[in-house]
């Protein structure tokens, strides 16, 4: 993730507060491609995504005195990004994702044929099995092992309590893993409390 | 018998210590439920950390 050095952030963040547009759009230049990229892995279409990145950093633009200044700013644009994901998610209700779950796009043909199908078969399963997840689910498990966020992180971002993102993180890995686990056909017993005998 | 604790160890995206692994591995030896949960688990955390699968495509924003 390109995150801009402090000293020139904080002036272009002060200039912003003070109405220079100028200053706003650097800070929009910098940060475009991780709040892009955070829509994009949660919305799964990159014109949603498109949408919904303008629409974070008219939101920051329009928050900007709310913005605490003793917290990375990212990660405020981030929070402002899964937030309002999140209601776009809501809103579709179960309406299918395109981009990445149905790889519309072309493969990437440069590492040969047989790659490239590979990689678009990976991704297609991770975004299956990704849309069994809750918005808020789905954005915990993204913005953990895609964004390497600490769970006081995802607290700040979701408006959650440590406990709460601890008991949706651990709800989301076992639908993921049920799910990862029946595309390969076999179901996971997941409902049972009684031990059955080692197979080996 | 409850699998809580022994889920939370599968789940663990740290290295576990020593000791923990070796509990947590006599179980595994013991349950055939959790042992597919582990080996369901792994192969979707594989998938989810392969930095190409959560790239977005060429061409989709350019970012």
Known sequence: MKVVEGTSEAVWIERARQGDDGAFANLVGAYQAPVYNLCFRLLGDGYEAEDAAQETFLKAYKNLSRYDPDRPFVNWLLKIASNHSIDRLRRRGTRPVTDLEEAEHLPDTSAGPEAALALEERRRRIWRTLRKLSPKDRTLIVLRYWYDYTYEDMAAALSLSSGAVKSRLHRARMTLAQEWREREGVPVRLGGTQDEPSAV | ?63
């Open chain 2, 1 to 63: 018998m409850s699998h809580q604790p022994y889920e939370e160890l599968i789940f663990e995206d740290e290295v576990l210590p020593a000791e923990k692994t070796r509990f947590l591995q006599a179980h595994l030896e013991d349950c055939l439920r959790c042992r597919e949960l582990s080996d369901a688990w792994h192969g979707a955390r594989l998938g989810l950390m392969d930095p190409e699968v959560s790239e977005p495509p060429d061409g989709s924003g350019g970012v």
